[in-house]
């Protein structure tokens, strides 16, 4: 049985937390740049549904997703495979309402 660590990045999304080598904040110009350089390239998935980008994760094989989620929230996400925790449903109004 394969164990996976999955990471609500927001609104339904999910991807393997394993995978993800950082989660950091989109203002500073060099991850803007990341940010643009992987749009170009073609391996940026934009999770954010529309909604301001929070936070950016950069994943083992190179490839940046966008969440409009903050790091702090999205760290505090992991669920190992095989728990009983259920993935949580998108309660964070609050952040939305920030905007």
Known sequence: MMNFNLLNIGFGNVV????VVAIISPESAPIKR??????????LIDATFGRKTRSVLVMDNGWIILSALQPETISHRIVPAGSDAVLEEDTEAGEEEKE
């Open 16 to 19: 393997m937390g394993d995978k």
């Open 34 to 43: 990341l940010v643009q350089d992987a749009r170009d390239g073609n391996t």
